[in-house]
């Protein structure tokens, strides 16, 4: 079972850039789908990015496309999100989430398709 932790979140102004992080633990990283979630105050978590387990593939939500990416470094067991001309509705805490996925190469956008979560960090984009 992996345990996800999330860090690098904070406030910044438009325009400006971060870098989110998510370091996992107690399993094998390489075999894990993974994926970036966002809620912001009275939303519903959203989908942001995902990544597929051998960082080979990857897929955007339309509002951050061309702005963030999403890689992973298995090495490390570290997945990451670069955040570049971040806008006030980026504004959310931000989840990296984990699907166990052994054997192939699928990534996923919905949120039920996820196994296990981080505990979020904070992203405040201020005008």
């Known amino acids: 079972q992996v345990q996800l932790a999330e860090s690098g979140g904070g406030l910044v102004q438009a325009g400006d850039s971060l870098r989110l992080s998510c370091a996992a633990s107690?399993?094998?990283?390489?075999?894990?789908?993974m994926g970036w979630f966002r809620q912001a105050p009275g939303k519903e978590r959203a989908f942001v990015a995902a990544?597929?387990?051998?960082?080979?593939?990857?897929n955007y939500a339309d509002s951050v496309k061309g702005r963030f990416t999403i890689s992973r470094d298995n090495a490390k067991n570290t997945l990451y999100l670069q955040m570049n001309s971040l806008k006030p509705e980026d504004t959310a805490v931000y989840y990296c989430?984990?699907?166990?996925?052994?054997?192939?190469?699928?990534?996923?956008?919905?949120?039920?398709?996820?196994?296990?979560w981080g505990q979020g960090t904070q992203v405040t984009v201020s005008s």
């Open positions: 990544i597929n387990n051998r960082g080979s593939n990857t």
């Open positions: 989430a984990a699907r166990w996925n052994p054997g192939t190469l699928t990534m996923f956008d919905s949120a039920r398709q996820y196994n296990y």
């Open positions: 107690g399993g094998i990283f390489s075999i894990y789908a």
